[in-house]
T-cell receptor
Framework: GQNIDQPTEMTATEGAIVQINCTYQ??????LFWYQQHAGEAPTFLSY????GLEEKGRFSSFLSRSKGYSYLLLKELQMKDSASYLC??????????FGTGTKLQVIP | KAGVTQTPRYLIKTRGQQVTLSCSPI?????VSWYQQTPGQGLQFLFE???????NKGNFPGRFSGRQFSNSRSEMNVSTLELGDSALYLC?????????????FGSGTRLTVV
């Protein structure tokens, strides 16, 4: 089966940097996704990692270590609009995608 | 191009009834997945369809079923509704299910069982 752990909530200050961690245990591994979900809205795709290392996309970066079953999402220059839930999702065997319960990020002035 | 369309947006049903939810994926996408989202449990995987075949299934009871048509549109059905089935049901589409770009989600159907 698959097990994904993320912190439930985090708070960070506007303009700062925040790192949201995700650890996973999975049978088979075919990639890890990060999604952003604003309250009352559908999740939207942020990033995808399948090889070890850092993927950078503007203010957002995502890191993966397959040997450690670990990923993080790094958000730089935080803006108020970044207040949302961030979902880590792992694609395991047979392309099945399992989501973590999400990390609710609150950005404060 | 049009996004993922889910209908209806909101639904209120009574215990014991059954309900059918619909999802039209992005044109050309052949993989459709369904998720149940509740505040306490997050996104729980229901099932995935690819080319009209169920490819993956989550750990939900047999009351939850689905199907996919030749045009890739998908429906999910919940029979004998229970209060605990109240949730946001999200449909997600992708080209093959194995893409780098991940899923595109619909806006969901919010089901309330009373």
């Amino acid at each position: 089966g698959q097990n994904i752990d993320q912190p439930t909530e985090m708070t960070a200050t506007e303009g700062a940097i925040v790192q949201i961690n995700c650890t996973y245990q999975t049978s088979g591994f075919n990639g890890l996704f990060w999604y952003q979900q604003h309250a009352g809205e559908a999740p939207t795709f942020l990033s995808y990692n399948v090889l070890d290392g850092l993927e950078e996309k503007g203010r957002f970066s995502s890191f993966l270590s397959r040997s450690k079953g670990y990923s993080y999402l790094l958000l730089k220059e935080l803006q108020m609009k970044d207040s949302a839930s961030y979902l880590c999702a792992v694609r395991g065997g047979y392309q099945k995608v399992t989501f973590g319960t999400g990390t609710k990020l609150q950005v404060i002035p | 191009k049009a996004g993922v369309t889910q209908t209806p947006r909101y639904l209120i049903k009574t215990r014991g009834q059954q309900v059918t939810l619909s999802c039209s994926p992005i044109s050309g996408h052949r993989s459709v997945s369904w998720y149940q989202q509740t505040p306490g449990q997050g996104l729980q995987f229901l099932f995935e369809y690819f080319s009209e075949t169920q490819r993956n299934k989550g750990n939900f009871p047999g009351r939850f079923s689905g199907r996919q048509f030749s045009n890739s549109r998908s429906e999910m059905n919940v029979s004998t509704l229970e209060l605990g089935d109240s949730a946001l049901y999200l449909c997600a589409s992708s080209l093959t299910g194995g893409d780098r770009v991940g899923y595109t989600f619909g806006s969901g159907t919010r089901l309330t069982v009373v």
